[in-house]
Nanobody
């Protein structure tokens, strides 16, 4: 199983970034997917949840209206379009896969994780 994030970088406040997560080795179309993030010295926090099939996408309030998540079952990938970035969005961003939709904001609900990609928002 592999989940590989990409697209992170250093940007100024107000800028945009698009993260991607390429997956392999499991039945992607049958898994719920999510993005989490971890700032230095902080817990890993839930960002967004995408149900299998993409029928529901649920955002944390901190990113609602600024971030847009999507999945492509033909390419086994998910993406996170991040607009109007703020310094408090600085973190390592992880994609994760879960076979169940219960407790989707909790790290423990996810079977598979990527290695993360760094996003730094600073002037």
């Amino acid at each position: 199983v592999q989940l590989v994030e990409s697209g992170g970088g250093l940007v100024q406040p107000g800028s945009s970034l698009r993260l991607s997560c390429a997956t392999s080795g499991f039945s992607f179309r049958n898994f719920n997917m999510a993005w989490f993030r971890q700032a230095p010295g902080q817990e890993r926090d839930f960002v967004v949840f995408i149900t299998w099939g993409g029928g529901r996408i649920l955002y944390d309030d901190s990113v609602k209206g600024r971030f847009t998540a999507s999945r492509d079952d033909t390419k086994n990938t998910i993406a996170l379009q991040m607009n109007t970035l703020k310094p408090e969005d600085t973190a390592v961003y992880y994609c994760a896969a879960a076979s169940s939709a219960s407790k989707f904001t909790a790290q423990g609900a996810y079977e598979y994780w990527g290695q993360g990609t760094q996003v730094t928002v600073s002037s």
